[in-house]
């Protein structure tokens, strides 16, 4: 499933989560639980869907995504950049 972030393009592999395949790709992403429970990995989603094998308790706002629980059922857009780019 094709990733398209501010910075680059990327393939989701089959049996790696989302945060698991930003972190691996060099991206600015937080998480705590991994779980969906503490929301600490919360990015905005700009086009595309995802879906949760059971709701997440994490509070979301509308067009949030949770990378470390979510199933991409399409290509996404995500408001996520790279690490070197924040840090200068
Ligand atoms: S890391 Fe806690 S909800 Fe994703």
């Keep these: 499933m094709q990733i398209m972030t501010e910075d680059m393009v990327f393939e989701l592999g089959d049996d790696e989560t989302l945060l698991d395949a930003l972190e691996r790709t060099g991206h600015q992403v937080e998480y705590q639980c991994r779980s969906g429970y503490c929301g600490a990995c919360r990015i905005p ?30 290509p996404l857009k995500l408001k996520v950049h790279l690490r070197s780019k924040l840090a200068g």
């Design 45 to 74: 989603l700009k086009t595309g869907r995802v879906e949760y094998s059971k709701p997440p308790l994490a509070l979301l706002r509308r067009g949030e995504i949770l990378p470390c629980c979510c199933t991409v059922t399409e």
